[in-house]
């Protein structure tokens, strides 16, 4: 055994920690720190990674997340990328946190300042220090999206039957000449670019956007040194602040069915091609993940839904092709042919509860077990459970 599989049992863990054995065991309990081995006699035995879980549970908790929110955001293995992308993350909101408190400190200096001098109380100035609090709010809902993003991708990337990967077969379907400026609208966390950093020539000009700033500061993390290589803005796309004819490429990856207006979308798009240039446009079908709704409907709880997933259903593959004809020519479609196979059931469990409406919170602990437990039992009974998988993507020009 190495120094990296060294074992220590939970009292010089506590210890070196600088938490309480009690504590420990809560962790443990909830499912929220679970030690990584037990001993000949049971006890609970840690090791180096075990330190550096807590380590991010005790800095969610001080940045002020509950432990349910945390248990959401915790849920990959610590190997040295995700150790390093997560304590960059937890920078970015602690020195945010900071300045925020600055923030609030300021405002309250102020508004002392006016009742030591008798003044006329400022409530803009007042009201102020409510802002800057519910800014803070704005954070851990970013930092929960993200996570909820993250666990929508890690389902796919465990359990898909084709191996290849959405994100790489798609960039190879992308026919962009060597010298191409190219604009990614709703880009998340720079997925597609971050899987295909290799195979970007040098010509490329491209610039990534979002509605979201925390999309974004975790499209710039992700692609970590390469991020130097693109170009950053938050854009609404059915407002790009670009000229006309300014890209090549336009790409909406998986994206045009959270836009309220895709008349407007369509437009501006088609506004900021060159004339010949290319749009691509990837969503899913009807039948995408139909197994998943079956699995919250049999479970038969009110505190789950499924509604969420209609959210895709005002652009699929079955009516997006009308749509964007109206705005572009030589409209093609294409499919990628993939599914799941799931033999797990907590990755179903975060996918589920990462959706839009479904909140874990509102299951206690006996009603999560029962549902594990349901998950379990079809698992064990299929060799899995099978899940549809409809994707694809629409070429069109300009």
């Given at each position: 055994m190495n120094n990296d599989d060294h074992l220590i049992n939970i009292g010089e863990f506590a210890s070196k920690a600088g938490i309480t054995l009690r504590?420990?065991?809560?962790?443990?309990?909830?499912?929220?720190?679970?030690?990584?081995?037990?001993?000949?006699?049971?006890?609970?035995?840690?090791?180096?990674?075990?330190?550096?879980?807590?380590?991010?549970?005790?800095?969610?908790?001080?940045?002020?997340?509950?432990?349910?929110?945390?248990?959401?955001?915790?849920?990959?293995d610590v190997n040295d990328k995700d150790f390093r992308k997560s304590l960059e993350i937890q920078k970015k909101i602690m020195e945010e946190k900071i300045h925020h408190t600055h923030m609030v400190i300021k405002a309250i200096d102020e508004t002392l300042d006016m009742l030591n001098y008798k003044e006329v109380m400022n409530w803009d100035k007042f009201v102020n220090i409510m802002n800057v609090l519910n800014t803070d709010k704005k954070l851990l809902d970013q930092y929960k999206n993200a996570s909820n993003l993250r666990s929508r991708i890690n389902i796919h990337e465990l359990y898909s039957v084709n191996k290849y990967g959405w994100m790489k077969w798609f960039f190879e379907q992308l026919n962009i000449p060597k010298n191409a400026k190219i604009?990614?609208?709703?880009?998340?966390?720079?997925?597609?670019?971050?899987?295909n950093l290799n195979?970007?020539?040098?010509?490329?000009?491209?610039?990534?956007?979002?509605?979201?700033?925390?999309?974004?500061?975790?499209?710039?993390?992700?692609?970590?040194?390469?991020?130097?290589?693109?170009?950053?803005?938050?854009?609404?796309?059915?407002?790009?602040?670009?000229?006309?004819?300014?890209?090549?490429?336009?790409?909406?990856?998986?994206?045009?069915?959270?836009?309220?207006?895709?008349?407007?979308?369509?437009?501006?798009?088609?506004?900021?091609?060159?004339?010949?240039?290319?749009?691509?446009?990837?969503?899913?079908?009807?039948?995408h993940m139909a197994e998943m709704r079956e699995l919250i409907f049999k479970f038969k709880s009110q505190a789950m839904t499924s509604k969420s997933w209609d959210i895709t259903s005002s652009f699929q593959l079955e009516n997006g092709f009308k749509q964007i004809d109206k705005w572009f020519k030589n409209v093609k479609l294409k499919k990628y042919e993939d599914s799941l196979i799931v033999t797990?059931?907590?990755?179903?469990?975060?996918?589920?509860?990462?959706?839009?409406?479904?909140?874990?919170?509102?299951f206690n602990n006996k009603k999560l077990k029962q549902f594990e437990k349901f998950l379990q039992d079809k698992i064990y009974k299929e060799d899995g459970i099978y899940i549809t998988k409809d994707t694809g993507f629409f070429e069109a020009k300009k």
């Open positions: 504590t420990l065991r809560y962790y443990d309990n909830i499912g929220l720190l679970k030690p990584c081995s037990y001993s000949d006699t049971g006890h609970r035995m840690y090791n180096k990674q075990d330190f550096a879980k807590l380590q991010k549970i005790l800095t969610l908790k001080f940045i002020g997340f509950s432990l349910n929110d945390i248990k959401n955001v915790v849920k990959h604009l990614e609208v709703g880009c998340g966390d720079a997925s597609l670019w971050e899987k195979r970007i020539p040098k010509g490329w000009d491209i610039t990534l956007t979002d509605f979201s700033k925390g999309m974004l500061e975790d499209a710039k993390r992700n692609l970590g040194n390469n991020a130097t290589n693109f170009k950053f803005k938050i854009v609404d796309a059915q407002d790009i602040p670009f000229d006309d004819c300014s890209f090549d490429v336009v790409i909406a990856n998986h994206m045009l069915y959270h836009v309220e207006n895709r008349e407007k979308a369509f437009a501006e798009i088609a506004r900021v091609l060159k004339m010949g240039g290319c749009f691509y446009t990837s969503t899913v079908g009807k039948n797990e059931p907590e990755p179903l469990i975060d996918y589920i509860f990462s959706m839009p409406g479904n909140v874990k919170e509102s």
